[in-house]
């Protein structure tokens, strides 16, 4: 059991910059593939960022790609998403969500924990 509590949204402007952060509960965080999603308003749940168990291996989004960083640090138990170059599009709900370990993942379904989400809302 993996429990995920995300924090560090907030209100930015256009071209701002925010960092994510995912405390995850329990002693086995290195064994799980870690991931964020987005979600806006009227819009299905989507994929932004994953990174493997080691940390060595990122993948994006392609709307993302070049302005978010992916990167996790096990000896904290936690995952972070740095956000440059934000763009109002970029505004929904952030979740983070923890894989067991079954590869990296771009479904929402793939993922067996999630956290309760926070909100980054970017002001043109």
């Known amino acids: 059991q993996v429990q995920l509590v995300e924090s560090g949204g907030g209100l930015v402007q256009d071209g701002g910059s925010l960092r994510l952060s995912c405390a995850a509960s329990g002693r086995t965080f290195s064994r799980y593939v870690m991931g964020w999603f987005r979600q806006a308003p009227g819009q299905q749940r989507e994929f932004v960022a994953a990174i493997s168990l080691s940390g060595f291996i990122e993948y994006y989004a392609d709307s993302v790609k070049g302005r978010f960083t992916i990167s996790r640090d096990n000896a904290k138990n936690t995952v972070y998403l740095q956000m440059n170059s934000l763009k109002p599009e970029d505004t929904a709900v952030y979740y983070c969500?923890?894989?067991?370990?079954?590869?990296?993942?771009?479904?929402?379904?793939?993922?067996?924990?999630w956290g309760q989400g926070t909100q980054v809302t970017v002001s043109s």
């Open positions: 969500a923890a894989e067991a370990d079954r590869g990296i993942a771009t479904m929402a379904s793939n993922y067996d924990y």
